[in-house]
């Protein structure tokens, strides 16, 4: 089975600065996509951002990039230029990339973000 | 694009009652749409897969009996919590995932969910 650890349960940062969300993750998967969902206080989950395990290049969309280390199972999310409506619980989540069984997303217990103005 | 609704944001309703919960994905087709459970600042449990035209699959530990789960079409999946229980009051999340392929077809898109209390 596959588990995916946050071990930061709230983080601060102040508004324009740079913040980085960790994820770890465990499987003996080869073949796998992480995601980072972010859920503001309206709790709309929506996605940030997206990763294919056999890319080696991180993904980046606009503010917000990845620092995927694959041999050290790692997802790290950075935001760059942090803005008030960055202010979210972001989840970081697994899943297999097998047709079969491979539907499920496995969340990791989330990191509670604020931005400070 | 990869908007999917849920239908009712809010519902009340008292014990012993049944609640449908609708989830529709508006400008895609899904082919699997997924139900999840979320508690008061914890993540999303996952109750159930739910495929277009075949039965759903639960979660260990989820009452399939008192968690209906529907998916007649491949825009739309309803949940429907049968007589339902204060215990059942929680915060309901739909999910779908797009026929496209690739990483695409790979990512669920959620609706808004919606807060059912029970009396």
């Known amino acids: 089975a596959q588990t995916v650890t946050q071990s930061q349960p709230e983080m601060s940062v102040q508004e324009a600065e740079t913040v980085t969300l960790s994820c770890t993750y465990d499987?003996?998967?080869?073949?796998?996509?992480l995601f980072w969902y972010k859920q503001p206080p309206s709790r709309q989950m929506i996605l940030v951002i997206r990763q294919e395990a056999y890319k080696q290049q991180n993904a980046t969309e606009n503010r917000f990039s990845v620092n995927f280390q694959k041999a050290a199972k790692s997802f790290s999310l950075k935001i760059s230029d942090s803005q008030l409506g960055d202010t979210a619980m972001y989840f970081c989540a697994f899943m297999k990339r097998k047709k079969s069984s491979g539907d499920k997303l496995t969340f990791g217990t989330g990191t509670r973000l604020a931005v400070r103005p | 694009g990869a908007v999917v609704s849920q239908h009712p944001s809010r519902v009340i309703c008292k014990s012993g009652t049944s609640v449908k919960i609708e989830c529709r994905s508006l400008?895609?087709?899904?082919?699997?749409m997924f139900w999840y459970r979320q508690f008061p600042k914890k993540s999303l449990m996952l109750m159930a897969t739910s495929n277009e035209g075949s039965k759903a699959t639960y979660e260990q530990g989820v009452e399939k009996d008192k968690f209906l789960i529907n998916h007649a079409s491949l825009t739309l999946s309803t949940l429907t919590v049968t007589s339902a229980h204060p215990e059942d009051s929680s915060f309901y999340i739909c999910s779908a995932r797009d026929l496209a392929g690739g990483i695409i077809g790979d990512t669920q898109y959620f609706g808004p969910g919606t807060r059912l209390t029970v009396l």
């Open positions: 400008d895609f087709q899904a082919t699997t």
């Open positions: 499987t003996s998967e080869n073949n796998y996509y």
